[in-house]
């Protein structure tokens, strides 16, 4: 089978893989040439992003509503490009069809919800949860636990169903939830880690002082919501 068939046929049948025997850029050009099967699934993602960002939303007005503030400061999305799944399969030395990444990607679709305080993201958390056609999948803290770089934000996988024309599907969505100053450090040092030739010195002196920033702007969030409380406590 040569390569524009292997495409054709994983495309058309997910269960047929495609053999990783030939030149990223030449199986990219392919499926492209036949984007229907592809195009259909990246749409049935980003239908589930619309449905986890409505209920965000929703969420955000309702708890306004009670404190007079909004908790959630924004909401930011994405799905994952036709270049990037495939290179992640390739990656993971996954087939590269429709059912292996549906399968085994989480993060084809994701959603961040940037909070103004720390108790904001928990709160939201668990409203976010308690609803029924949301299934939690996996969770990891990175606010209670911060990488070693560093980094703090909250995880989670969840499962959530859309309907189509043709019914009822499961799909997976990665939700991260940060504060503004997690959001602000993590947008920075992203962009520096992928800053090339860079002096392998100077890249961990930097690091270093990433790691410093980084636990500033958890101080920073600490002291920001003892002032709230201090205004709550004036107030009533």
């Known amino acids: ?4 068939n292997q495409v054709n046929a994983a495309l058309s049948d997910p269960n047929v893989p495609l053999q990783a025997d030939g030149n990223i850029d030449q199986m990219l050009q392919q499926l492209h040439a036949d984007f229907d099967p592809v195009y259909n699934m990246l749409m049935n993602y980003q239908c589930a992003i619309m449905q986890v960002e409505t209920k965000f939303n929703i969420l955000n007005n309702r ?15 994405r799905v994952k490009s036709l270049d990037s799944i495939i290179r992640k399969l390739e990656k993971l030395g996954l087939p590269i069809t429709i059912e292996a990444a549906e399968e085994n990607l989480r993060d084809i679709a994701g959603v961040r919800v940037v909070c103004s305080f720390v108790d904001d993201i928990h709160r939201i958390e668990e409203n976010f949860l308690a609803q029924e056609d949301i299934t939690l999948v996996t969770r990891k803290d990175y606010i209670s636990n911060p990488k070693p770089g560093g980094y703090r934000s909250l995880h989670l996988v969840v499962k959530t169903p859309i309907y189509t024309e043709i019914g009822k599907k ?20 992203h962009k520096l880690r992928y800053k090339k030739n860079l002096d392998p010195r100077l890249a961990e002196e930097l690091a270093e002082e990433l790691k410093s920033c980084a636990e500033e702007s958890a101080k920073l969030d600490e002291k920001m919501l003892r002032i709230r409380e201090r205004i709550a406590n004036a107030k009533a």
Request: proline share 3%.
């Open 170 to 189: 499961d799909m997976f969505v990665e939700i991260q939830m940060r504060t503004i100053a997690m959001d602000f450090w993590a947008s920075l040092e």
């Open 63 to 77: 708890l306004s509503m009670q404190d007079e503030q909004n908790p959630i400061e924004s909401i930011k999305s």
């Open 1 to 4: 089978m040569n390569g524009n």
